[in-house]
């Protein structure tokens, strides 16, 4: 059945939620503390622990998928609900703060490379 | 006619949603000759609804101010968006990502702190003094999810959100751009050095359309680690980041 594959996403979406709470009450944090991050890593070992146990059928994976794919989309609907006016005065920033930390990370790239090969 | 549309908000956005999508492919086909990719296409058309409907109604939810188009708000809340990249997570598995070895976690560890790191900076340069506003900015750095997924979570303005996915899309159009011309520069021909470099960029969009455009058959190991970064990100930015930073800003 598609609706468990979907019903195992929405699981882990909640009890990544749950730990990202509990997380930021005991870290005094007003905030869920990385909720997304948890329900990720659950969803990752459940879904590696039902294929070792045969248990996910390619029916129920479609049910998990077809968020995935959904996943550009609703980031599209969420750009188009965000205030962008009000954010348009200081677009210097985002123009900054995309392009600076790419560079970066690109001139860094064949460092760390050399050091994954070294090791293997 | 508006009620109608009111009603029925959800399924209204959804097939807004998808005509912008389709037409967004089809400029990045034709327009752009597949340089910029169609998703960073489409989210570039999204911020512009949302800056057409700040425009036309004076009030902050972007699009969804609009009567007829209330039910964005819906689709592009927090939940739907949660939960989508949630489900992102069933393509990368842990042994796939260890096979790529030291290089792959350092470079995905080293990917989100670097990008924090100069976000922070630049936000700080460019006058913002409060934890939460620097944090989201510098999230953005790191992806264009992971800024308001930060942002989300701290509670930070709408503006400095909209920074942050600006910031975000940015990078994705920078790094679908600029891989195929560095590609020989950054020595980018191997399955290793894919994974190191869609660790250390983390945007998942630029990363498979750069790797496509340079070599099809590295696009699944940079996606592996890519698909892990923002997982990394969201767990990181609004947690140990933002404790850090809080610890110098207020």
Redesign the interface.
């Known amino acids: 059945m598609l609706v468990y594959g979907v019903a195992i996403?929405?699981g882990?979406?909640v009890a990544?939620?749950l730990i990202?709470e509990v997380?930021g009450r005991i870290?005094h944090?007003?905030?869920?503390?990385?909720?997304?991050?948890?329900?990720?890593?659950l969803?990752?070992?459940i879904?590696?622990w039902m294929h070792r146990m045969k248990w996910m059928t390619p029916e129920m994976?479609s049910g998990?998928?077809?968020?995935?794919k959904?996943?550009?989309?609703?980031?599209?609907?969420?750009?188009?609900?965000?205030?962008?006016?009000?954010?348009?005065s200081?677009?210097?920033?985002?123009?900054?703060?995309?392009?600076?930390?790419?560079?970066?990370?690109?001139l860094?790239?064949?460092m760390?490379?050399r050091?994954?090969?070294t090791?293997? | 006619m508006v009620d109608l549309l009111i009603k029925n908000g959800l399924i209204v956005a959804l097939l807004v949603t998808g005509a912008v999508v389709y037409l967004s492919y089809r400029l990045s086909d034709k327009l752009f000759l597949r340089r910029v990719p169609g998703s960073a296409v489409a989210i570039f058309v999204g911020l512009v609804m949302a800056y057409a409907g700040g425009s036309l109604t004076g009030g902050s939810h972007g699009i969804a101010d609009i009567a007829g188009l209330s039910g964005f708000a819906v689709l592009g809340g927090s939940m739907f968006r949660d939960f989508a990249i949630v489900s992102t997570a069933m393509g990368a598995s842990f042994p796939e990502v260890r096979k790529s070895g030291l290089a792959g976690m350092l470079s995905l560890l080293l990917g989100v702190v670097v990008a924090f790191v100069s976000g922070a900076i630049v936000a700080v340069t460019m006058g913002y003094t409060d934890a939460k506003s620097i944090t989201t900015i510098a999230g953005g750095a790191c992806s264009f999810i992971v800024g308001p997924v930060t942002g989300g979570a701290l509670g930070a303005t709408s503006e400095v959100i909209t920074i942050s996915i600006a910031a975000g899309v940015f990078k994705s159009i920078l790094v679908t751009i600029g891989t195929p011309l560095v590609a020989r520069t950054i020595g980018l021909d191997n399955p290793q050095t894919a994974m190191v470099y869609g660790g250390m960029m983390g945007t998942t969009s630029g990363v498979a359309a750069g790797l496509a455009a340079t070599d099809p058959r590295l696009v699944p190991y940079g996606a592996i680690t890519a698909t892990f970064y923002t997982g990394l990100g969201c767990l990181l930015c609004p947690s140990i980041f933002y404790f850090l930073v809080s610890l110098f800003f207020e």
Not at chain 1, 29 to 41: E, L, S, Y
Not at chain 1, 92 to 103: H, R, S
């Open positions: 996403l929405a882990c979406f990544g939620q990202g997380l870290l944090i007003d905030a869920n503390v990385g909720g997304v991050g948890f329900a990720m890593m969803l990752i070992i879904n590696q994976e998990v998928n077809f968020w995935n959904m996943y550009i989309p609703v980031i599209v609907a969420m750009s188009a609900i965000q205030n962008v006016k009000a954010a348009f200081s677009g210097f920033v985002a123009i900054l703060a995309g392009i600076v930390p790419t560079v970066i990370c690109f860094m790239i064949p760390i490379a050091i994954g090969k090791k293997a």
